[in-house]
Nanobody, 128 residues
């Protein structure tokens, strides 16, 4: 049974930082690209960042570029999202997701429906 468990969310003041973690189990982690998505109140879920199987390639939404960093540790089956310079508009439930990619070098994908497994989400609230 595949499980993705996010942690690290919380309440932070604008300008602060948080580091989200997503621990994966029940899958061969190194065969999956990993992504972070978020859903703000009253809005649809949106792509935030993704990382390739090896960690050699990353991709970010324009709204977080330069402030957020995605990384992974394949030995620990964990993907991270370091969030700096947080803004109130970053307030959302953050989800990690796994995209099975049988071939190294596959293109990082940003569409929700490309991802096979999802975590339950972790709340991030940024106060002004």
């Amino acid at each position: 049974q595949v499980q993705l468990v996010e942690s690290g969310g919380g309440l932070v003041q604008a300008g602060g930082s948080l580091r989200l973690s997503c621990a994966a189990s029940g899958l061969t982690f190194s065969r999956y690209a990993m992504g972070w998505f978020r859903q703000a109140p009253g809005k649809e879920r949106a792509f935030v960042a993704a990382i390739s199987r090896s960690g050699g390639s990353t991709y970010y939404a324009d709204s977080v570029k330069g402030r957020f960093t995605i990384s992974r540790d394949n030995a620990k089956n964990t993907v991270y999202l370091q969030m700096n310079s947080l803004k109130p508009e970053d307030t959302a439930v953050y989800y990690c997701a796994a995209d099975h990619q049988p071939y190294l070098g596959s293109t990082i994908r940003t569409a929700e429906n490309e991802y096979d497994y999802w975590g339950q989400g972790t709340q991030v609230t940024v106060s002004s």
